[in-house]
């Protein structure tokens, strides 16, 4: 929901703290000139502005919900600026959400109208972007399926509440382990701090980054009870990963 929260009063949305700000979660990977977002936000315009990108070569998808896919509408200048469609990768799933949601994006185009230009590609395995491979790392969120992924020694992996084993072998030997950590209560279909740290504990990542961070979660007070290891996430974050 982002933070603050709509409507919110809590110490948590009232902070001056510039970390307990948090737009909708999404990553950027750029690498050899290249700029590979995961998830368009309803906050992605805002996100691309602050993060000064000047061009958008793909998109990769974890799953349909509204936190993930709002900001899809805003590629459009970087279809304009360069004069093609851009690249989505989504499990069938995410593209069945992706064609009701942005139904406009599929119909025959209005004389006139400026829509999304997207080249659809379907996950149904590991695939190379720019030289880079992306291996899908399924999960369950709840009970729908999600995405992560892992690109080299970093994987991304948020909105799930339970990890398989053959995805857990995916996810060993990692430098930085981005994952969800909504709470301390539990949700259904989210994993809470404990659940995520009892996650790092078992496949020892270098270092572990909380996501998807609700407004129970203050990031001074919350990061002083992690280990070393594992930190909040915050928005405008950025570190070098190895591909
Ligand atoms: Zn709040
Ligand atoms: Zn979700
Ligand atoms: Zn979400």
Known sequence: MGVPTLGCRCA???????RDQRT?????????????????TPDFRFQALRAGIDHLDAVVYTHGHADHILGLDDIRPFNLKQRGAVPIYAAPET?????????YIFEEAKPGATVPLIDLHTIDGPFDLFGVRFVPIPAMHGPDPVLG???????????????PDSSKALL???DDFILDALRYVPHPTHSTVEQSLALVAELKPKRAWFTHICHDLGDAETNARLPANVRLSH????FEVEL
């Open 235 to 238: 928005d405008g974050l950025q």
């Open 149 to 163: 992924f892992r690109i080299g020694k970093m994987a991304y992996l948020t909105d799930f509440s339970q990890v």
């Open 172 to 174: 060993r030997g990692l």
């Open 95 to 103: 593209i069945g959400i992706l064609r009701r949601q942005f139904a």
């Open 12 to 18: 948590v949305c009232k902070s001056a703290d510039p």
């Open 24 to 40: 909708r979660p999404s990553v950027l990977l750029a690498y050899g000139g290249r700029n590979v977002v995961i998830d368009t």
